[in-house]
Structures are given as C-alpha cells and as structure tokens.
C-alpha cells in the first residue's frame, strides 16, 4: 500500500480544519433557543441564540416573523461575530428572549460594527409590534439614533413573564456583514460604554504621544525613518478610530471622507504605506540582496497611493473598490509576513523589537482578513484584539525606536570621541616632530652659523687689533659690532628653538623669562602676573602651556599693533587660568574657524583640545583676550 508523503498530509489536515472552521458558524435547525433574561442580567453575545433567514429576498418585518416563528429557511449562526456574507442582499436574523424578573426591565441590543447601510430593529411580544426603528444606518445623525451611540444601538423594555421576538434587517452595499452584536442590562450598558470610551480614548492619547514623539524624533535627526512612523501611526490611530464609529459619530456632520464608510480603507492604506517604508528602513532592508522585497513593498506602496488618491478625489466606496483594498491588504500581510522572516533570521536587536512588536497584530490582522473572507470563525477576543494590538505594536516600536536613538548617538558620540584621540594623537606626532625639528635646526645654527659668526668675529678682532689707527676703518669695527649682535641674536633664537626641558625648570619661571625677552626685543610692553598657589604640571602639559603662550606671544608682535600685553597665570584649586591679553586693534568673527585659523590661533586650538582645556577667545577694536583653563592632571 503507497504511503502518503508527510507534507501532503499536513496540506490535507491544514485544508481540512480551514474547512471545519468555515463550515462550522452555521447549524440548520427550527429554531434557536430561548435566551432566559433574569432580574441580575448583565450581559450576553448571543451565541447560539440568533437565527438567520435563509431567504434574503424577504423584506417583509411581519413575514420574517411567520417564518422565524414556523422555524422555515433558516439557520442558527454558532459564531460568537457572525459573518453574513459579502453580497448586498437583505439579512434578516433575530432571537427570542423570556424575561423572569419581577419588575420592567430595559435592555439595549448593541451592533458593534459601525458600516450597515440600513439598519432596521423590530421587536414582537407574541405577534404585537411593540418597538420599531424601520430604517438607521451610519448615515443617521447621533441625536436622531435610538441609543446615541458610536455604533449602532436599541433599547427596549421587557415586562415580567413575557416572550419576545427580537430582529434585525441588516445590508450592506460594499464588503463582507458581520454581526458583533451583545444584548447589554441598560445599566451596564452605560458603564461598560463609559469603559470603552475612557479605553479608547486612553488608546488614542498614547497613540497621538507615540506621533509626537517620533515627529521629535524627526525633528532632532532629519531621518525618514520616523516620519513613516508618524505615518504608520496616524495610519493606526485613524483606523482604529474609524473602526470603534468614533470618527463617524463626531465627524459625521462635518466630513464626508472621514465620517462615512471611505475612512477605513484611507487609513488603512495609510497605514500600510507608513508601515512598509518604516520596516524596510528599521531592518536596513535598502540592501541589495533584499532588492527584491524593497520592490515588492514599493509595488504594495503605489496601490496603496492610488486608492487613497481615488478616495480623496471622490470615489465611492463601491463593492469592487473594496476588493481591490482587500487585495492590497492581502499583499501586505504576506509582505509583513516576509519581513517578519527576513526580521527574525537578522538577529539584531531591531529585529527582535519589530518581531516582539508586530506579531500579535499581524495574527489578528490576519485571523481578522481570514475571518472576514469566511474561513475561519470570528470571536469577541480577536475581535478586540484587532482594536488594541495596534497600540501595542506602536509602543514596542516607539521603545525601539528610542533605543535605536540613543544607539545612534552613542555611536555618534564614540565616533567624535574617536576623532578627538585621533586628532590629539596627531597634534601629539605634530609637536614631537615640531620639537624635533626645532632641536635639529637650533644645534645647526650653534654648530654651523655659531662657529662661522664666532670665527668672523675672532678674524676682524685679529684685524682690529693689528690696525694702528682704527678710526681709519670704521667700516672694520662696524662689521665686527655687527656680527657680535649676530651672534646674541643667534643665541636667543637658538635658545627659543631648543625645547625646554621642564623637569628642571619651572613652568612660571620659564613664561617671565619669556614674557622678559618679548619685552626686551619689541616696543610693546609686556607685563607678567602670577597668582595664586603653583601646583605642579606634567613636563608634558608645562611645554605645550608654554608653546600656547609662545604663539600667542608671537601673534601679539606680528599683527595685534599693540602697546602693552599682559600675560598671567592664575593658579586655582581645580584648573590653571592663563590669560594673555593686549590693547591692539583686534579682529572679527572670532568664532570662525577660519578667521582664527588665519591669524594664527589654530595651533592654540588644537593644543588646547588636546589638553582637554577650555579656550576662550574675544575680540574688539580696541584689544584681545585670550583665556585658556586648563585643569590639573
């Protein structure tokens, strides 16, 4: 005997249950049984109790009656949210109540689907009409509705002892009819009202902080990725909205688009648009090895534009055009279902956020589409899922997101703490070399240009001392003066080349005889000012303070046009305050780059960054001041 292959029975067993499930919502039978209603009753979904007319063509309140009554042509619907089908015929269903309490009760039967085209409510004791609202649907104003409500709503008095027949005439023009309906006690009709209202409402506050938030986002990065988060959750919040008949209750007057049936696709659409662009993004899709599925979200992305243009230009919410929007839902769930694939073999933390975030929607997402096309039964805690599990994923999604922001700028602040001991290191290199260098031309000039001026003035001292009458050749002790001042000059410029060697020296005794032979060789009078207790500097920190001060010094003689500079060194508890300043003409902008680089102060800077000090540099016309702290250690 042939075996049958393992994946064909599982095919066969998944078909077959996808079956059961489709089949299993209607049972024929005469007639349902009574629902019994007590003095403590609160509440019931009617499971098991609404009979559906098989005949759609009836449209006759009183031949319905007959029909129910006789128990012909009709079926008991088992689904805790029936669906009625997609076409557009008349749906008749209805129950029969026994009411045991003592006294009056009022009930309210609640449809909690807001897109019926018309609606009537009926209800028989025996064969007297006693309640009647031949005609409501979404289009009735709040205040002319029987219950004003979100969605529709009908009260009616029960007596003691007494047997009703309840029925609703249900059509609907465009999409599939389901039938979420609960008969409520008056009383608890309100709180549970109340309840839902302060729920949703708290759902839609976090919804619109959840937009606020990543428009901050946005604001802050000038990244796409949070306005197709901001897009996706208006997306939500408006579904949501439009699907619990806010939006129709409150706009109804107002809107044509975003009070009538249009709402849902527009918002779901948007919806999908905010959703696929966002998650291509989240999970770095915009790869090439995942081109393909970015294509296949762009292709998802353009229908979705086209039936949001074709709403806002007017179309009506006709039958095709709601397939043609559940066909773009389809193609979105398998995409997010690809994503989902794609998100979870990632294994990177976004990933696992999009997974843990977009899995309970996506499931009731897609029970809802399968429930809805007739495959699987609908019920109230899916059904309620469809309206909460959107806030969920767009929490876990704004967490995510606040995460990847504060990734993001750990990284940027690694990167910039990187460049910084990048920079440092080569200011580091730059100074060693400078130091260096100064060292091999400053031993040059004392052995090469030293020994050359030393021995031309030891040759014209010769010649002056053989000479009889010396003032016969002034020319001979001039040029013997000359290369004396030569050589003192060689010396002190030999003397600022060579680095000092500040183990021996200290800083401050190194800056006066510093700020002393400024003030010896130019005509600005420098002064130097010490405070403070001295702590000790590295030999390290010592040269570089001192090459600051030096180029400062430098800059002060060859552009400032100063008369007198002051150079002090205040030593406080914590940091060593350095401030050089003159009374020379000044320069703009000193908050350029630029325009410090040019006269000279990029050196300071860079030395200063990597002495980790703070630099302050001002400017006027009437002088500069340049204050350098830099703290100990």
Not at 76 to 82: C, G, K, T, Y
Not at 369 to 374: D, H, N
Not at 477 to 499: V, W, Y
Not at 550 to 574: C, M, R, W, Y
């Amino acid at each position: 005997m042939t075996q049958t292959p393992r994946s064909t029975r599982f095919w066969l067993w998944l078909t077959a249950c996808w079956l059961w499930a489709g089949s299993g919502g209607h049972v024929w039978a005469a007639q349902p049984p009574v629902l019994t209603v007590g003095p403590d009753f609160k509440v019931s979904n009617l499971r098991g109790h609404i009979w559906q007319l098989g005949d759609s063509a009836t449209t006759s309140a009183q031949m319905f009656l007959e029909l129910f009554q006789q128990g012909q042509n009709g079926a008991v619907l088992q689904d805790e949210v029936p669906n009625l089908g997609d076409d557009d015929f008349l749906q008749w269903v209805g129950f029969r109540l026994q009411y045991t309490g003592q006294k009056p009760k009022t009930l309210i039967l609640e449809l909690d689907f807001v897109a019926p085209d018309d609606i009537g409510f009926y209800v028989w004791q025996g064969n007297r009409l006693v309640k009647q609202v031949a005609h409501t649907s979404w289009k009735t104003p709040p205040l002319e509705r029987d219950v004003p409500h979100r969605v529709p709503a009908f009260r009616f008095v029960v007596q003691p002892g007494q047997t009703y027949t309840c029925a609703l005439r249900l059509q609907q023009r465009a999409g599939y009819l389901v039938l979420p309906v609960q008969l409520h006690d008056e009383h608890y009709f309100n709180t549970y009202a109340t309840f839902v209202n302060v729920t949703h409402g708290l759902t839609l506050g976090f919804l619109c902080l959840a937009a606020i938030i990543g428009l901050a986002f946005y604001l802050l990065t000038r990244q796409r990725l949070y306005v197709y988060y901001v897009l996706y959750v208006i997306g939500i919040a408006g579904f949501a909205t439009e699907e619990q008949g806010y939006l129709n209750y409150y706009l109804l007057p107002y809107s044509d688009l975003l009070a009538s049936q249009r709402a849902w696709p527009f918002f779901s659409q948007l919806a999908v648009i905010g959703h696929t662009l966002f998650a291509i993004q989240f999970l770095h899709l915009d790869q090439q090895r995942y081109r393909k599925w970015v294509i296949a979200g762009a292709v998802v992305c353009a229908f979705s534009v086209g039936l949001i243009l074709a709403l806002l230009v007017g179309i009506s919410f006709t039958d095709t055009f709601y397939r043609v929007s559940l066909a773009v839902s389809f193609s979105y769930i398998s995409l997010s279902f690809v994503y989902l694939l794609l998100a979870a073999r990632q294994k990177r933390r976004e990933s696992y956020l999009y997974v843990l975030a977009v899995s309970p929607l996506f499931l009731s997402i897609l029970y809802g589409v399968l429930a809805t096309v007739g495959i699987v039964p609908e019920n109230w805690l899916l059904f309620a899922m469809m309206s909460y599990s959107p806030a969920w994923e767009v929490g876990v999604l704004c967490i995510g997101l606040a995460i990847s922001f504060s990734w993001e700028q750990r990284q940027k602040v690694r990167a910039l703490e990187q460049a910084n001991r990048v920079q440092m290191r080569m200011v580091q290199a730059l100074d060693e070399a400078q130091e260096s260098e100064r060292q091999r031309i400053a031993q040059d000039l004392h052995d090469d240009v030293g020994n050359t001026l030393a021995a031309a003035k030891g040759t014209l001292g010769t010649i002056l001392n053989k000479l009889i009458i010396r003032t016969e050749f002034p020319e001979v002790a001039k040029a013997h003066t000359l290369i004396e001042k030569a050589g003192q000059d060689l010396r002190t410029i030999s003397h600022n080349l060579m680095p000092v060697e500040f183990s021996r020296y200290a800083l401050t005794d190194v800056v006066r005889q510093t700020v002393e032979r400024a003030g010896q060789a130019s005509p600005v009078r420098f002064a130097y000012v010490q405070a403070g207790v001295v702590r000790s500097l590295s030999a390290e920190q010592s040269l570089i303070i001192y090459r600051i001060i030096n180029e400062l010094i430098s800059n002060i003689l060859k552009h400032s046009g100063a008369k007198t500079a002051v150079v002090q060194l205040l030593f406080q508890p914590e940091s060593l305050v350095v401030t050089v300043e003159d009374d020379g003409k000044g320069f703009s902008n000193v908050n350029s780059d630029q325009t410090v680089s040019g006269i000279g102060l990029r050196n300071v800077s860079s030395r200063s960054n990597y002495l980790g000090a703070r630099l302050d540099v001002s400017s006027t016309t009437t002088g500069t001041c340049v204050i350098l702290e830099v703290p100990y250690g």
